[in-house]
């Protein structure tokens, strides 16, 4: 993926790589401070791009072969229609540094944007208190904390 097709100053970009650690793949991913793209394709090419604020969880998983190979799967959690609610990051290499990268990332984006974790908590979470998401009751305002925005 060129630079062109991501917003911003690219913070991390790699080729997939395939299960010797060779770059023969179609797929390109490209990280910059507010999302990160997935460009995959060669005849029919696929743009997947997911805001980094919408990024919820991370998982690392390696396969034996992986592990030889010293490649990771990153599997990020997101609130992102167009994904499917999944962005997989497949056969990175120096998955755990590449993690702490997009992990970084995300929470300055976080803090960019203004947003919290616990406003993709919605669907069907109970904060302790009787169904009230953020603790505060059930309109989510607490006239008392100054970090309401």
């Known amino acids: 993926m060129s630079d062109a097709m991501a917003d911003g100053e690219v913070l991390w970009t790699q080729r997939k790589r395939n299960w ?13 401070a507010e999302e990160l793209a997935v460009k995959s394709g060669v005849l029919r090419e696929t743009f997947d791009v997911t805001k980094l604020f ?26 992102d229609q167009s994904s499917n609610g999944q962005t997989v990051l497949r ?39 009787g169904g009230a998401v953020d603790g505060y009751g059930t309109d989510g305002y607490d006239a008392d904390s100054p970090d309401q925005y």
């Open 54 to 79: 919408r990024v919820v969880d991370m998982t690392i998983t390696r396969t034996l072969l992986q592990r030889l190979f010293g490649l990771s799967t990153i599997t990020l959690e997101t609130r």
């Open 20 to 32: 010797c650690r060779t770059p023969f793949t179609f797929t390109t991913y490209t990280l910059t």
């Open 91 to 129: 056969n990175v290499i120096h998955g755990f540094e590449v993690r702490r990268i997009i992990q970084h990332a995300v929470d300055e984006s976080r803090n960019v944007n203004r947003v919290s974790t616990r406003e993709f908590m919605g669907d069907g979470y109970d904060g302790g208190d």
